[in-house]
């Protein structure tokens, strides 16, 4: 299980916004594969689980914001 969401960890941390869209159909199934494979049974392993794709989502976001902040940037260079 750790590694899964390490994997998945790696795949958002990715800053190129092209290699990440690349990557968002292995990303799905590794998705997929993990929350098939994983038995959550306590609060604890929910909370951790809802943390990390929290985390895995704001990076994305963070990532996407980065790039039009250096896309204006650079339009106005």
């Known amino acids: 299980m750790i590694i899964a969401l ?3 960890l790696n ?3 990715v800053k190129e916004i092209q290699q990440a869209k690349n ?3 292995h990303i ?3 998705a997929a ?3 098939k494979t994983i ?3 306590t609060g604890r392993q929910i909370l ?3 943390v990390i794709l929290s985390l895995c989502i704001f990076l994305k976001k963070l990532f996407i914001w980065e ?3 250096i896309m204006r940037i650079q339009s106005h260079a």
């Open 6 to 8: 390490r994997t998945i």
């Open 11 to 13: 795949l958002f941390m």
């Open 23 to 25: 990557k968002k159909d």
């Open 28 to 30: 799905k199934m590794v």
């Open 33 to 35: 594969t993990l929350l």
């Open 39 to 41: 038995n959550l049974q």
């Open 48 to 50: 951790v689980l809802s």
């Open 67 to 69: 790039k039009t902040q």
